[in-house]
């Protein structure tokens, strides 16, 4: 499942394509790709961009960036709910680095060429896509000014508008690493499949494993299901025992990868839960925890979030929600959840995202309301929380990070 998708202009990020791709019972395109070239190389190899990526600040404070799309719903956003910063290309995972900066992957806005990807024998549902190296990591320091980490990554828009480009960002030590969900000959990067990837000190990326590739020969249980695509979506990624874990929303899967780049698969959701989405986890006294968008039209009340421990059993840990898009626990072990929508619609409508807490007895208590398309969330060391916001809905390059004062 990918992120959010939508069947509107309104709809824009890569969000999007995990969200409709979860659950839609839409039909697969019946264009013809173009042939891939043999034995496409397994190595992330960045290749000069065919058009410029829109230029980043080098320091772009937060009250000189790209203005947010205001609407009636975006207005009406709960008082502790306050802009941080913004000027972001579709804003998605937020990760708190050692240097106190706050991280965030960015989907990018796609790029001018056109491709229908190519795959050998595929065709998607989703093409034809509109491809760039527009993708990028940027930090934010406490004031709300943005620098860019790393930039010129696969970045691709469909036919629906949603975006998918860098979705998720890790730390061990001082070492970055970032999932690169936009890559990959499905969607026409022949040359920089899927990836997880090392950003080294100069602005590059070094590669450390082939998402693509393992994908390709390791399908979900549920098998070619009318949305999944061969390069999945890696929505997620945690550290545990120094090995990465990485969340694929699209496929359904869970697998630990290697520093050296040896890939395995942990859980495959679809075997036991069907096509669920998990797209969001947290790591917590050694579990994995994991939450679901669940299907569209969207039906509140019935996403989950799932325990895992590091053997792959799983269990409910929470139930009751709807459409989640990230989890964050608090430093008292409370469970939050960030919902793309708490309402029923075919599709998360601007205005009804929002934050929940889970009690001890499940009951679901309102901590931030009225927000539009938001997607990442995580705790700050003010013990806030900052959301990524206007993820995925209108204009790619409006993105921004809110945040939350929370009681």
């Not at 972001?88 to 989907?107: I, M, N, Q, S, T």
């Amino acid at each position: 499942m990918r992120t959010l998708k939508m069947k509107s202009a309104v709809w824009g990020g890569g969000l999007l394509m995990v969200l409709f791709v979860a659950g839609c019972s839409a039909s697969p395109s019946t264009r013809t790709a173009e042939p891939a070239p043999a034995n496409p190389p397994t190595a992330v190899v960045v290749p000069t961009p065919s058009e410029e990526p829109p230029p980043p600040a080098t320091e772009e404070p937060a009250d000189t960036a790209a203005p947010v799309e205001e609407s009636a719903a975006a207005m009406s956003v709960s008082p502790n709910v306050s802009t941080f910063a913004s000027g972001f290309l579709a804003p998605r995972g937020l990760k708190f680095g050692p240097d106190g900066y706050l991280y965030v992957a960015e989907g990018g806005v796609g790029g001018e060429t056109e491709t229908m990807g190519t795959c050998e024998g595929f065709t998607s549902m989703f093409a034809p896509f509109h491809i760039g190296m527009s993708a990028r990591v940027s930090r934010v320091d406490a004031d709300g000014n943005r620098t860019t980490v790393v930039e010129n990554l696969p970045s691709f828009q469909d036919q629906f508008g949603d975006v998918i480009g860098v979705s998720d960002t890790l730390f061990i030590d001082d070492t970055l690493y970032a999932i690169v969900s936009g890559g990959g000959c499905s969607r026409g990067f022949e040359d920089f499949p899927a990836s997880v990837v090392e950003v080294l000190d100069d602005g590059t990326v070094k590669a450390v494993a082939d998402l693509s590739d393992f994908y390709t020969n390791h399908p979900a249980a549920a098998g070619n299901e009318a949305d999944f695509e061969p390069d999945g979506t890696a929505n997620a990624i945690v550290e545990h025992d120094g090995s990465l874990y990485i969340l694929n929303a699209n496929h359904g899967g869970l697998d630990v990868v290697t520093l050296d780049g040896q890939i395995r698969r942990l859980l495959d959701f679809t075997a036991t839960e069907g096509h669920v989405t998990p797209d969001t986890m947290v790591l917590r006294d050694g579990n994995f925890y994991i939450g679901t968008l669940s299907k569209f039209p969207i039906v509140p009340g019935t996403a989950k979030v799932y325990m895992v421990t590091p053997d792959g059993d799983l269990s409910v840990y929470a139930e009751g929600l709807t459409a989640v898009v990230s989890i964050a626990f608090d430093e008292d072990g409370r469970l939050y959840a960030l919902e793309a929508s708490n309402v029923e619609a075919e599709y998360p409508p601007p205005g009804a995202g929002r934050v929940v807490r889970i009690g001890e007895s499940g009951e679901l208590e309102e901590i931030a309301t009225g927000l539009s398309f938001p997607s990442g969330m995580v705790f700050g060391p003010d013990g806030e929380l900052y959301v990524s916001h206007f993820s995925y809905g209108g204009d790619p390059a409006n993105g921004e990070i809110v945040r939350i004062d929370v009681p």
